[in-house]
């Protein structure tokens, strides 16, 4: 049974990753057909679906609206998907306005907004979710803090600080979304076509008379200048403007100085919005389908990628690697208890971790064809990239020692760079346009790929490294035969590691001569990478010079994490130079704990040898076998 047992379990976990490989049917409802009509946004046509989901996650951190967070775990609650969410946003924006999809954690932001801050079942609050309804009554105060939390330099700003810019952003984001049909959102629009007009038409003049520096309507400015950052979801006619899209607000505005009917789009979104508005499912599946007949003749490419997007959402393949990765670890930490009788749970943490890599793989290249660009364009996939790469290298090593080492790394890496990657996603959509200096040529594809491996195969030595410190110093595994093999996969890697910083580095030189007209310019990104090189370089010749053994090798390593993590994160958070990202409050603090516990390890691995519980046993060992031979009589050992 145990032979079979490992294949079963993958089996099992294999039915469940093709389970998600298909869009589920709309019953009542097209909420799917819906999700997947196009809409520009933020440089990039996606779908609805993602629109929908990427705002969840900005707002209150899931990609699912839970319309009653105040019920608990013995009650079931209203939880929506995202696109239903978002139609109620867009095309009923009086009741969206109710549900409560703002996470606010910080107390001194809920203290400014008068909001309730324990759980309050009889009142149904949650003291963590908050609606629209309810903060919009402070929105005066809350923008006077925003303003002075912004003159605040951003490495600065504290908790609430940070909250109260996130808030805002998040309110923004929101009432962009409300707006995004305009007056096609109360899907009467021949009779609301006129009153929104003269609101256009109030709002300019107030636009224009504060230009003017002359009296004008603030809340009259402000509503005009939201309808003109809302999504665009109007298409435009190839054949007469290019590859355009336009939003409603536009549209409108040039229909009406130029005589002509409305757009096709907003006719169909009006239909939309009357038939959600009066519960009509089927009439609603009606226009949704007879739009996306409208849009097959010209625009077959956005709605094919937003198909595709949506299929890519729904699959969500870099959680279920990221399950996958656990456990994959889990069943490797149940084979550390009894190595010798359950060698069955490694096998079934190599094929769980195998079974990952292929969903992590599908993922990267669906991201790929998505994106059409090279796997790795920011932090978010930079952080899915290292996890690939760590993930390969693990297993290869597994492939050659068979000690379950590698299978560890593999699931470790994996597990903890797709942890970072979601954590990333919650500032906004990870396939975002690329920033014009970086959208260029082959050479910064080859750099960015080859420097990222560089980078997964330092933090794959260091994790050896990190296991050989908890071996030696807390437990009896670490065996002069496990200290040898352990010795030789840090060194492994860490050429491997050297070879790929080195010519990501010189790539990433070529391409800035091309592009700034520069090899070098000692920019701060540039510098980290050369430290990478210079660290990797100076470990393989402390080792080769003797000047390290076994142990020194492993805290070197350890070190290594340290320079990798600072290189990859810690230099686009500084606010200066070419490469950098912005500062990320949280991110900061995550990463200054991760140096802490590197730096806690290597401590550890600088204990004296008596100190270390494998090496203490080793040496009782070895004297009780002394001690032994002391007392065998002279007979004997004669």
């Not at 107030?206 to 504060?210: D, E, G, P, S």
């Not at 393949?317 to 690697?321: E, H, I, L, M, N």
């Not at 970072?420 to 996603?425: C, D, E, F, R, V």
């Not at 990463?591 to 991760?594: E, K, M, S």
């Given at each position: 049974?145990?032979k079979?047992l490992?294949w079963?379990?993958?089996?099992i976990?294999?039915?469940?990753?093709?389970?998600?490989l298909?869009v589920?049917p709309?019953?009542?409802?097209?909420?799917?057909g819906?999700?997947?009509?196009?809409v520009?946004?933020e440089?990039r046509?996606?779908?609805?679906?993602?629109?929908?989901?990427?705002t969840l996650?900005?707002?209150?951190?899931?990609?699912?609206?839970?319309?009653?967070?105040w019920k608990?775990?013995?009650?079931?609650?209203?939880?929506i998907p995202?696109?239903?969410?978002?139609?109620?946003?867009?095309?009923?924006?009086?009741?969206?306005?109710a549900?409560?999809?703002?996470?606010?954690d910080n107390?001194e932001?809920?203290s400014?907004?008068?909001?309730?801050?324990?759980?309050?079942?009889?009142n149904?609050?949650?003291?963590?979710h908050?609606?629209?309804?309810?903060?919009q009554?402070k929105?005066?105060?809350?923008?006077?803090?925003v303003?002075?939390?912004?003159?605040?330099?951003?490495?600065?700003?504290?908790?609430?600080?940070q909250a109260?810019l996130?808030?805002?952003?998040?309110?923004?984001?929101?009432?962009?979304?409300?707006?995004?049909?305009?007056?096609?959102?109360?899907?009467?629009?021949?009779?609301?076509?006129?009153?929104?007009l003269?609101?256009?038409?109030a709002?300019r003049a107030?636009?224009?008379?504060?230009m003017?520096?002359?009296?004008?309507?603030?809340?009259?400015?402000?509503?005009?200048?939201e309808?003109f950052?809302t999504?665009?979801?109007?298409?435009?006619?190839r054949?007469n403007?290019?590859d355009?899209?336009m939003r409603v607000a536009e549209?409108?505005?040039q229909?009406a100085?130029?005589?002509?009917?409305?757009?096709?789009?907003?006719?169909?979104y009006?239909?939309?919005?009357?038939?959600?508005?009066?519960g009509?499912?089927?009439d609603f599946k009606?226009?949704?389908?007879?739009y996306?007949?409208q849009?097959a003749?010209?625009?077959?490419?956005e709605?094919?990628?937003g198909?595709?997007?949506q299929f890519?959402?729904?699959?969500e393949?870099?959680?279920?690697?990221m399950?996958?990765?656990?456990?994959?670890?889990l069943?490797?930490l149940a084979?550390?208890f009894?190595?010798g009788?359950?060698d069955w749970?490694?096998?079934?943490?190599?094929g769980?971790?195998?079974?990952?890599?292929?969903?992590h793989?599908s993922?990267?290249?669906?991201?790929?064809?998505?994106e059409g660009?090279?796997p790795?364009?920011?932090?978010?996939?930079?952080?899915?990239f290292i996890?690939?790469?760590?993930?390969?290298?693990g297993?290869l090593?597994e492939?050659?020692?068979?000690?379950?080492i590698?299978?560890?790394?593999s699931?470790?890496?994996g597990?903890?760079t797709l942890i970072?990657?979601?954590?990333?996603?919650l500032?906004?959509?990870?396939m975002e346009?690329m920033?014009?200096?970086?959208?260029?040529n082959?050479?910064?594809?080859?750099?960015?790929?080859?420097v990222t491996?560089?980078?997964?195969?330092?933090?794959?030595?260091?994790?050896?490294?990190?296991?050989?410190?908890?071996?030696g110093v807390?437990?009896?595994?670490?065996?002069?035969?496990?200290?040898?093999s352990?010795?030789r996969?840090?060194?492994?890697?860490?050429?491997?590691?050297?070879?790929?910083?080195?010519?990501g580095?010189?790539?990433?030189?070529?391409?800035a001569?091309?592009?700034?007209?520069?090899?070098?310019?000692?920019?701060?990104?540039?510098?980290g990478?050369?430290?990478?090189?210079?660290?990797n370089?100076?470990?393989?010749?402390?080792?080769?010079?003797g000047?390290?053994?076994e142990r020194?090798?492993?805290?070197m390593a350890i070190v290594?994490n340290?320079v990798?993590?600072w290189?990859?994160?810690g230099?686009?958070?500084?606010?200066?130079?070419?490469h950098?990202?912005?500062f990320?409050?949280?991110?900061f603090?995550w990463?200054?704990?991760?140096v802490v516990s590197?730096?806690?390890?290597?401590?550890?691995?600088?204990l004296?040898?008596?100190?270390?519980?494998?090496?203490?046993?080793?040496a009782?060992?070895?004297?009780?076998?002394?001690?032994?031979?002391?007392r065998k009589?002279?007979s004997?050992i004669t």
């Open positions: 049974m145990k079979w490992p079963i379990i993958v089996a976990f294999a039915f469940w990753v093709a389970g998600s298909r589920p709309d019953k009542e409802w097209a909420i799917n819906f999700g997947r009509l196009p520009v946004y440089g046509t996606k779908p609805f679906d993602s629109l929908a989901r990427n996650l900005q707002l209150r951190e899931k990609q699912t609206a839970n319309l009653e967070p608990g775990w013995n009650e079931k609650p209203r939880i995202a696109t239903e969410w978002l139609l109620g946003v867009m095309m009923k924006p009086e009741e969206a306005d549900w409560p999809v703002f996470r606010i107390p932001v809920k400014l907004l008068g909001l309730p801050g324990d759980p309050d079942l009889k149904k609050q949650d003291g963590k908050y609606s629209w309804l309810q903060i009554p929105i005066a105060d809350l923008e006077r803090e303003g002075r939390a912004s003159a605040v330099e951003a490495s600065r700003r504290r908790p609430y600080e109260l996130k808030l805002w952003n998040g309110q923004q984001l929101y009432n962009r979304l409300k707006y995004t049909l305009g007056p096609a959102s109360t899907g009467q629009l021949d009779d609301a076509l006129k009153p929104y003269e609101k256009v038409e709002g107030a636009y224009m008379a504060r003017q520096d002359g009296k004008f309507d603030p809340a009259a400015m402000a509503w005009f200048m309808q950052e999504p665009l979801v109007i298409p435009v006619d054949q403007s290019g355009q899209w549209s409108i505005i229909s100085n130029t005589g002509a009917p409305p757009n096709f789009a907003l006719l169909a009006n239909k939309m919005s009357h038939a959600y508005r009066t009509q499912a089927g009606v226009a949704v389908a007879e996306r007949a849009l003749d010209k625009f077959t490419p709605l094919k990628k198909a595709n997007e890519f959402n729904n699959v393949p870099f959680y279920k690697a399950i996958l990765f656990l456990c994959g670890f069943f490797v084979y550390w009894k190595p009788e359950w749970t490694r096998r079934t943490s190599v769980l971790v195998l079974l990952a890599l292929a969903v793989t993922g990267l290249v669906a991201r790929m064809m998505l660009r090279p790795v364009t920011n932090l978010y996939s930079s952080a899915i996890g690939w790469g760590a993930t390969i290298l297993l090593l492939k050659f020692w068979r000690n379950s590698g299978v560890m790394v699931s470790i890496i597990f903890t970072i990657a979601h954590h990333l996603s500032s906004g959509d990870t346009m920033r014009a200096v970086l959208d260029t082959f050479w910064l594809a080859t750099h960015v790929v080859v491996l560089g980078y997964a195969s330092t933090f794959v030595a260091g994790v050896l490294a990190i296991i050989y410190v908890v071996q807390f437990t009896r595994a670490l065996t002069p035969e496990m200290s040898k352990l010795s996969m840090i060194y492994g890697i860490v050429c491997f590691a050297a070879l790929f910083s080195f010519v580095t010189v790539l990433g030189g070529i391409w001569d091309q592009s700034w007209g520069r090899f070098w310019g000692w920019d701060v990104k540039e510098n990478a050369l430290i990478i090189v210079l660290w370089a100076l470990v393989l010749h402390a080792r080769w010079g000047m390290v053994r020194g090798l492993a805290n290594g340290i990798t993590s290189s990859w994160f230099v686009n958070m500084l606010g200066i130079g070419l950098s990202y912005g990320t409050d949280a991110a603090r990463l200054v704990l991760f590197q730096l806690i390890l290597i401590a550890l691995g600088s004296p040898k008596q100190m270390w519980k494998s090496f203490r046993e080793a009782d060992q070895k004297a009780n076998l002394a001690k032994a031979e002391d009589p002279v004997a």
